[in-house]
């Protein structure tokens, strides 16, 4: 037998070395040179370090061998640790920012213009793969996610390839052990990775339902000698459906989820010679509009993905079925908001489990965290005697859900849509999430609803910590801006989305808040404005009101209150803005407990 390789330097050090290799069969990933076929998982419980070790051995349980995450953090050397603690590997990803607001990213970077953020973007990398490089976990690098698909032009696509080489080339330089993987959307990054990216050993493919099964062929129709992994994988994504109803995709059923991944694996990709393996997506819980479609839980509950990746894995059943709602029908028509109309919901348990039922609903229109919010119906009646759901308070349609729990934690979901009528909701200019108060933009273990991107004036003397631990209010962290400079002046705003000034529409509907309060101090007498509410109406998306105070901070922690009643808080896009100025030193001001109440 003829062999042909590709292989990384050999390393008699204690770390895992991934070697790629070719042979008269096709392509084989090893580790530390044993033979390894990627089962693996995209991971969504990054920030939950306590409960790191219990997520892999649920992994475990499933056949997962391992894990892709997008980029690094804090939290990254537990995550390794505990990965290795399991015998899971780890694709460690290194994000490159979006050229447009694209797929899951309202983000918008400029690669012909901004040297500035590429650098920030290359050192970065540096600094992980230096990090890293040295920990057994580590399989490959991903670098990148989708930036072809979510770039405009050529040109731009040019220039970030260029720089795409330069990272992979510098990492290759640093890291003779692991091979690189860069990752884009179905084949969209095929021409430009082989004419101006060489440095890439693995390609990353994120490719969902059956056209998984036609990557090997679009490689060899362009005589791509080169292996690839499917780095996001599972049942048809709503981008590539046609049906509709009510002008709203129609959802795979659950059977339709369960037999992609357990039957697809088998069918598209585990027989492909140069396929390496597969990343699911996605092992991570949510309540959001993509969870019941592609997570493996929903509110902490099963779904038939779950048991698909371990059919697909290890062969073995579930063991336990979730819940099949055989039917789910809701009349044809226009209701309007507030009134209560019936339900026809069918559901069979195969192990005849008590079952709980709940309805919840979806809207396909505004910005996109109200695009992704699934909210709860009110609901009355029961399986035997049937169900009546009320119509929310919103216009044009929406998507239905039903949900059916079992005693096991599994979890079954059924959608369909109907058409509603509301003439406030079809009033409304700026269609955002409506929020549930309190509403906080700034609070220990929560995630942050604004982003700190929106930096002002002398920003290259301003330090922002966004998890300072040196000095708080409550709990465990508060905002710590350092000003280094004697003079000038400085600005901060949190937004959503970030990024953003104004082009893309984003922020919260807060209106039922009757006060905007923050606590603040510094560690000398300095003066500043803070408030909300930054972005003016010449925008095509501004907030709808800005308030802030002049306050004199001192060395003590002091509660500020604006009275927000008057206000009109329906689409509050800057959730906390600051300006101050030098004062002759270097400072820090701290903040902490922002809130709408």
């Not at 599972?234 to 129609?250: A, F, H, L, M, R």
């Not at 119509?391 to 859900?401: H, M, N, R, S």
């Not at 273990?445 to 290259?460: I, Q, S």
């Amino acid at each position: 037998m003829r062999y042909f390789f590709f292989t990384l330097i050999i390393s008699c050090i204690g770390f895992s070395q991934t070697t790629v290799q070719k042979d008269s069969l096709g392509w084989n990933l090893l580790v530390d040179g044993q033979s390894f076929e990627v089962k693996g998982a995209t991971f969504g419980y990054d920030k939950d370090i306590e409960n790191y070790d219990t997520y892999f051995k649920d992994l475990k349980f499933l056949g997962v061998n391992t894990i892709r995450t997008w980029a690094t953090g804090d939290n990254t050397p537990e995550l390794l640790d505990a990965a290795q603690t399991n015998d899971i590997k780890v694709m460690v990803g290194i994000w490159m920012r979006h050229g447009r607001p694209g797929m899951e990213d309202d983000d918008s970077f400029n690669y012909l213009e901004d040297t500035e953020g590429m650098e920030a973007m290359y050192n970065t990398a540096v600094e992980t793969v230096e990090n890293y490089k040295d920990h057994p976990a580590v399989l490959t690098w991903g670098v990148g996610n989708e930036v072809y698909l979510n770039t405009a032009t050529d040109e731009e696509k040019l220039a970030y390839s260029k720089f795409l080489e330069r990272i992979c080339s510098t990492i290759k330089s640093m890291d003779a052990n692991h091979p690189i993987t860069s990752v884009e959307a179905w084949t969209f990054g095929l021409e430009w990775w082989e004419k101006h990216v060489p440095s890439i050993d693995i390609y990353g493919l994120n490719s969902y339902g059956a056209g998984a099964n036609y990557l090997q062929g679009e490689l060899e129709k362009r005589n791509i000698d080169k292996p690839y992994i499917i780095t996001e994988f599972g049942v048809t994504g709503e981008w590539d459906i046609k049906n509709k109803k009510n002008g709203i995709t129609v959802e795979p059923t659950d059977k339709e989820k369960y037999n992609a991944i357990a039957n697809g694996y088998k069918d598209w990709i585990a027989n492909k010679s140069k396929c390496l393996g597969v990343y699911m997506f996605h092992y991570s819980s949510g309540n959001n509009f993509i969870a019941p479609w592609l997570f493996t839980h929903v509110n902490n509950l099963k779904r038939p993905q779950y048991w698909a990746i371990r059919k697909a894995y290890t062969g073995n059943k579930p063991v336990n079925n979730s819940p099949d709602i055989e039917t789910f029908v809701l009349p044809k028509s226009t209701f309007k908001s507030g009134s209560w109309i019936p339900v026809t919901l069918n559901v069979n348990d195969i192990e005849n489990d008590n079952v709980e039922v709940s309805f919840s609903y979806n809207q396909r229109t505004g910005s996109r965290k109200r695009r992704d919010q699934i909210l709860t119906l009110n609901h009355s009646g029961n399986l035997n005697e049937g169900f009546e759901i009320e119509v929310p308070k919103e216009d044009g349609a929406i998507k239905v859900y039903a949900n059916v729990k079992d005693a096991f934690g599994n979890l079954g979901i059924a959608s369909t849509s109907i058409m509603v009528s509301d003439k406030d909701a079809r009033s409304k200019k700026f269609k955002v999430p409506k929020v549930e108060l309190p509403f906080y933009v700034y609070k220990d273990d929560r995630d942050l609803p604004f982003a700190p991107t929106g930096y002002m004036g002398n920003y290259k003397d301003m330090v922002v910590d966004m998890n300072s631990k040196d000095d708080v209010y409550s709990g465990e962290t508060s905002i710590k801006i350092s000003y280094n400079a004697e003079g000038g002046w400085y600005g901060l705003a949190l937004v959503d989305p970030a990024n953003d000034w104004g082009e893309i529409l984003g922020g919260y509907d807060i209106s039922d808040a009757k006060t905007f309060s923050f606590w603040a101090k510094s560690n000398f007498d300095v003066h500043a404005t803070i408030g909300f509410g930054l972005i003016d109406a010449d925008k095509p998306f501004p907030d709808t009101a800005k308030k802030s105070v002049k306050i004199k901070l001192t060395d003590e922690w002091k509660k500020f209150v604006i009275k927000t009643k008057k206000l009109d808080l329906s689409c509050i896009r800057s959730g906390l803005v600051l300006f101050s100025n030098g004062n002759g030193y270097p400072y820090k001001i701290y903040i902490d407990d922002v809130v709408f109440e």
